[in-house]
């Protein structure tokens, strides 16, 4: 092996920086579990290394300490970096070992960094797939707990952004939006990794394969409640440019957006069906009643049944998806027995709200005339 001193210069400076932008739980965290739940900067785990040959059972015998990314091991004694556990776990050179993960952490040879962390938060392609997916209870505490210590952040540019869009601070209270600034995200990754497992975390969506928290660009957060508990949530980016646009938790959007909203309405209301999250809010915000269809998955058949008390109108955009939507959900509510109006407007709910000092009134108006057609 070679010798730490006569490494070679570029190398030994792409060492330094490499671990200059590693984030040390999130490595460990990797090979030992223990490190997600580690309250505290050193603590002891079951020592992984594959040339130790440890039986895995007795005391945890090695010893890790976040702060500095130095591990030992008291059985074997042996320790050192973060890089040389690399170089133990994968059997691998130094060169290689500091190679890998300059790579992984977007760190060239030449000084520069480009959105190391932006990598890192990538959501997984494929491998996650494998991963089963967590109970609906397990997947309520995820999102709750993702909820709660978000709402602890800075909500000025979550706040600002709807507000734009002429989203009021009361709608945004009672669709239980929450957003964190980009500069929170570490110290909310690092939250959830002390309230969860790594696996469970992986297994919800929110975190990726690396061990990093996935809501990196998208974190204006749109939560799916279910009897009062969220279910489920979609975020979406707030700066310009950014594609896609959202990002989701692993699974399936479990209902209509804002649908719990309904249960507390006396039956035979009208109940607007919208496109997406916007609309909707742009819907509550002017007091009427509304569910929005969330993305290409459309309208699942056993939505039905909790709207067949309301009054439905569609307010689909107007274009000619739109039109192609209506008239397929016309024909799925009326097999079901359900009447659903169409409400044609000039342009889709939101602009509609924004350009029209009266738009409330225009809005109410049309929806009699769509009623009674
Ligand atoms: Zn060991």
Redesign the pocket.
């Given at each position: 092996m070679e010798e730490r001193g006569r490494k070679p210069d570029g190398l030994r400076q792409l060492c330094d920086r490499v671990k200059g932008r590693m984030d040390f739980r999130s490595f460990f965290v990797r090979y030992c579990p223990e490190a997600a739940r580690a309250s505290s900067q050193k603590f002891h785990a079951q020592?992984p290394?594959p040339s130790?040959s440890?039986s895995g059972k007795g005391s945890p015998?090695?010893s890790i300490d976040l702060q500095r990314g130095l591990f030992h091991?008291f059985?074997?004694d042996?320790g050192g970096d973060a890089i040389r556990f690399y170089e133990l776990m994968h059997g691998v050179s130094f060169g290689r070992a500091v190679g890998d993960l300059a790579r992984e952490l977007g760190v060239d040879g030449k000084g520069r960094h480009d959105g190391r962390l932006a990598l890192q938060a990538e959501p997984d392609v494929e491998q996650a797939k494998e991963l089963e997916p967590l109970s609906t209870e397990r997947m309520c505490a995820v999102c709750g707990k993702f909820l709660e210590v978000c709402r602890e952040e800075n909500q000025m540019e979550g706040v600002n952004y709807l507000a734009r869009r002429g989203i009021d601070a009361l709608t945004i209270e009672r669709a239980g939006i929450v957003y964190f600034p980009r500069r929170s995200y570490r110290r909310v990754m690092r939250c959830m990794l002390e309230n969860f497992s790594i696996e469970e975390l992986q297994r919800s969506g929110l975190f990726n394969m690396k061990a990093h928290l996935t809501f990196y660009k998208h974190r204006l957060l749109f939560p799916f409640y279910v009897e009062g508990q969220p279910r489920y949530l979609q975020a979406r980016t707030t700066a310009a440019g950014v594609e896609p646009r959202w990002h989701n938790m692993r699974g399936s959007v479990p209902s209509l957006y804002n649908a719990d909203e309904l249960t507390d309405l006396p039956s035979g209301e009208t109940v607007y069906l919208v496109e997406g999250f916007t609309d909707t809010l742009t819907l509550m915000t002017h007091g009427f009643a509304a569910v929005g269809l969330v993305g290409a998955s459309g309208f699942k058949e056993e939505w039905l049944a909790p709207l067949a008390r309301f009054q439905i109108v569609a307010a689909l955009d107007s274009d000619a998806a739109g039109e192609r939507a209506s008239s397929r959900y016309q024909e799925m509510f009326a097999a079901r027995g359900i009447a659903l109006a169409r409400l044609q407007l000039p342009s889709d709910v939101n602009d509609f709200f924004q350009h029209r000092p009266s738009a409330s009134l225009e809005f109410a108006l049309l929806t009699e005339d769509a009623i009674e057609q």
């Open positions: 020592c290394i130790h440890h015998s090695l091991c059985s074997r042996e």
